[in-house]
């Protein structure tokens, strides 16, 4: 219907028709090209049609402008921490360089080991569960899925918490259950909660790349003689392999990046990220802290150009034309030792998932006497005598993370995927930097350069909400480049070649039509902005304290049951609110239809 009114056709008109009068609009726009028009001629046609060109000088100081605050917001921070560890203010020096790998190559060890075997186990782990979910059907497939979500959202520290309750020396399954006394505060412990932790978002990740999967080659293998354990095997994982190496890359760098894990029950097993942090809070060695900032930077840069080699081949392997699957899944049952072993994993991963949370809910109401637990609602009064503010400035500041990390994501992806800008390999590189460095290094950084005068934000919210928005930029980026993917770029074309900006193309067109992408976006926003801990960790001061080092500090004082009170309040109000933003952006109106259209409906029509 905007296409007839836009062409002046009556409301009659046949799909057809409209190409038709489309495609001579396209052809004589072409032909027009080619003419050589005077100054003036521009100058008249641009005021005259004021509206494009408003939309054109609006598009391009929108990009400008975003540009500027990644180059800004990204990349001086990043310049800021290499400049301090040479100590650039007062003259060169490397002597924070000195010594640097012999006195950190036990850390450096130490965080080589748990992130390599932290990434085998959760991607293996995340493969299995994502296998385990595509293949299933019925009503059960939908509470596994709300599980695995409700992985997402959990608060930092309480998991490692919970490890300790149910597997400690004390714990709940390995003491009462089986009489034994075994201490986790090691490096297994590490790497289990780490493993367990990661392999959320790995399952997700590769339930991605499984919908995408062209149904005729499974269905050629079957035509073949294959079985289902046979093509399995034989034609799905090895065409998982790219999704398993991104997998691992990110479940590595998370786990190198990881300080809280290694702090609660590393015990006396360090790792490069800790040993960070004691520098910054122990000694206040910004020197030294920003050059073991700078030693996980190599190998996030690594990490980078192996993803994009990986992701290009991810790419190959699904075919966008190709037959989709639609709500039913893989229709490939787990057969065999290979089916025995998924069903297995999975199902140790989603019991640890619901003990975990039980236990979260539970220990707020649970107090023991003599070795025996009852219910009791004394942890409430506890929880009164910390900083309940914090957990209602935690959400106000998730929610404009959300909003505006979102938005301002979605159109940065879509000006370097769609419009194809100059330096778009670089500006990529630098909005993807955030996800490869450890929180710890991008809050350093930000202590560094905004310290002082113009830019002087140190104490304030709002380098706190920047610190997260451009910290969780990366994902949301990634997000909207694999819708893109997926939509039609010629709705775009036949948009402009009818006299739309292209700043109202982005407007009217493309924003609309990534409704899901934003819900997505806002999703992870808002949840990683309510339990995010290691970037904003030097950034907070105790006006603008977050809900998440409330938790820290009743877990330090031992107070466990107020711990999970505030751990379960976090958990319930980000899905209370992701829940009602996902219903009031998604939902459908409902359509009008006049009698006559009710009655009959042509083919053309219909594709309308």
């Not at 009114?5 to 396209?26: H, V």
């Not at 520098?279 to 030294?288: F, H, P, R």
């Not at 900032?293 to 994009?308: E, I, Q, S």
């Not at 339990?531 to 938790?551: D, E, P, Q």
Request: with cysteine; proline share 3%.
């Amino acid at each position: 219907s905007a296409l007839r009114e836009r062409l002046s056709l009556p409301s009659g008109t046949s799909w057809q028709a409209i190409s038709l009068k489309m495609s001579r609009l396209t052809t004589k726009n072409r032909q027009n090209r080619g003419k050589r028009v005077s100054g003036l001629d521009a100058l008249f046609s641009c005021a005259k049609d004021r509206k494009a060109f408003l939309g054109l000088c609006g598009d391009r100081l929108l990009f400008c402008a975003m540009a500027a605050a990644v180059l800004l917001f990204v990349l001086w921070p990043l310049l800021g921490i290499a400049a301090k560890s040479v100590n650039l203010g007062e003259g060169v020096s490397l002597a924070a360089y000195e010594n640097l790998f012999r006195e950190n190559g036990v850390l450096i060890r130490h965080s080589a080991f748990t992130g390599v075997l932290a990434a085998v186990f959760s991607t293996i782990l995340g493969i299995a569960v994502a296998l385990f979910i595509v293949t299933m059907k019925g009503g059960m497939k939908g509470i596994f899925m709300g599980i695995l979500l409700m992985t997402m959202v959990s608060p930092p520290f309480i998991s490692s918490l919970v490890y300790i309750q149910l597997f400690g020396k004390r714990g709940w399954i390995t003491y009462r259950l089986f009489g034994l006394m075994l201490s986790p505060y090691n490096k297994w412990g590490i790497i289990i909660m780490q493993t367990v932790h990661f392999a959320s978002l790995n399952a997700l990740f590769a339930m991605g790349f499984l919908e995408k999967l062209d149904l005729r080659l499974l269905e050629a293998s079957r035509d073949l003689g294959a079985s289902p354990a046979q093509t399995m095997r034989r034609v799905v994982l090895p065409m998982l392999k790219p999704a398993a190496g991104i997998c691992f890359i990110l479940s590595f760098i998370r786990s190198v990046a990881d300080f809280g894990t290694p702090a609660v029950i590393g015990g006396r097993y360090n790792t490069l990220a800790s040993a960070i942090y004691m520098e910054l809070i122990g000694y206040a060695d910004l020197e030294k802290a920003s050059a073991m900032n700078m030693l996980l930077l190599l190998p996030a840069v690594a990490a980078f150009l192996l993803y994009r080699v990986l992701m290009r081949q991810a790419d190959r392997m699904t075919a966008a034309d190709g037959q989709k699957q639609g709500k039913g899944g893989l229709p490939l049952p787990l057969a065999g030792w290979f089916g025995a072993a998924v069903r297995l994993l999975s199902s140790l991963f989603f019991v640890m998932m619901t003990l975990q949370y039980l236990c979260i809910f539970l220990t707020g109401f649970l107090k023991s006497k003599k070795g025996r637990y009852y219910f009791s609602l004394d942890h409430f009064n506890g929880l009164l005598t910390y900083n309940i503010e914090s957990l209602a400035r935690s959400v106000l500041y998730s929610l404009i993370t959300a909003a505006a990390g979102t938005l301002f994501a979605m159109l940065f992806a879509y000006y370097l995927e769609r419009r194809k800008v100059r330096f778009r390999g670089f500006y990529d590189f630098i909005a993807t930097m955030p996800y490869l460095l450890p929180g710890t290094c991008f809050g350093i950084g930000y202590i560094l350069v905004f310290n002082r005068e113009p830019l002087k934000m140190t104490g304030t919210a709002a380098i706190i909400i920047l610190n997260m928005i451009f910290k969780q930029l990366p994902m949301v980026m990634k997000l909207t480049s694999a819708s893109l993917a997926q939509l039609n770029s010629r709705v775009e074309d036949a948009a402009r070649d009818l006299g739309a900006g292209r700043f109202f193309v982005t407007k009217d067109i493309v924003m609309p039509n990534l409704k899901r992408t934003f819900v997505t976006g806002f999703i992870y926003n808002f949840s990683s902005a309510m339990t995010t801990a290691g970037a904003v960790m030097f950034l907070i001061s105790a006006r603008h304290k977050l809900a998440v080092y409330t938790l820290f500090d009743a877990i330090n004082s031992g107070e466990y049951g107020v711990a999970s009170l505030i751990s379960s309040m976090i958990i319930v109000i980000t899905i209370a609110v992701t829940g009602g933003v996902s219903a009031l952006v998604l939902r459908e109106k409902p359509k009008k239809r006049k009698k006559e259209e009710a009655r009959h409906v042509s083919g053309n029509e219909r594709f309308e």
